[in-house]
């Protein structure tokens, strides 16, 4: 029973996971540290953040084997909103926090109900 109840629980914390906003950047990007200062400190505790936490990708390192269906950028920062591994949506730039929490709860209300 406990195993039963221990992978319920895990499934269950998969699915909470299973959105999430990849951050492409790369050192020296202005843009990437004005998001930093303005966004990403805030991330976590919003609505949005709770449903697709951000994990960083610098493009300068070898991309990572789990987004091999994701296509790479050269502009950064880009915003890659993924769910369950597959691309919903896609923000190039960073031009401020306004702009940025309108297109993000745009590209958040695409994710599948229930995740």
């Known amino acids: 029973w406990t195993s039963v109840m221990f992978a319920a629980v895990m499934f269950h914390a998969a699915a909470l996971r299973a959105a999430e906003l990849l951050m492409l950047e790369q050192p020296g990007c202005v843009w990437c540290a004005q998001f930093n200062a303005e966004i990403a400190p805030a991330w976590p505790k919003t609505a949005e953040g709770k ?3 951000l994990r960083r990708v610098d493009i300068t ?14 502009f950064t920062p880009t ?6 591994g597959r691309e919903i949506a896609r923000l190039r730039g960073y031009v401020g926090d306004e702009f940025f929490w309108y297109r993000i709860g745009e590209m958040i209300a695409l994710l599948p109900d229930g995740d």
Request: hydrophobic fraction near 40%; aromatic fraction near 8%; avoid cysteine.
């Open 61 to 74: 390192e070898p991309w990572p084997d789990d987004l091999a269906g994701v296509q790479k950028e050269r």
């Open 51 to 53: 449903r697709a936490p």
């Open 79 to 84: 915003f890659v909103l993924l769910d369950n």
